[in-house]
């Protein structure tokens, strides 16, 4: 992972330490985020944004789902 990913794995790190659910798949951060509210957080782009999803879902670092 590139230095900004693992700087930006920090806050979601910070957020599983503050709103989990531990379980035998890994630790679930039950929040709802916009694109926006991603980007307001760790301060950048939506195009960054997206990339660093995208970066820790090839490493397997989240899943993502989406409400609907």
Do not use: P, W, Y
Request: glycine fraction near 6%; charge should be neutral; charged fraction near 25%.
């Amino acid at each position: 992972m590139s230095v900004s990913t693992t700087g930006n794995l920090e806050i979601l790190k910070n957020m599983a330490s503050e709103q989990s659910i531990k379980t035998d798949r890994g630790i679930i951060i039950d929040i709802s985020l916009t694109n926006q509210d991603l980007t307001n957080l760790i301060g950048t782009s939506r195009e960054t944004a997206n990339r660093i999803l995208n970066d820790f879902k090839r490493h397997n670092a989240i899943e993502v789902k989406k409400d609907g």
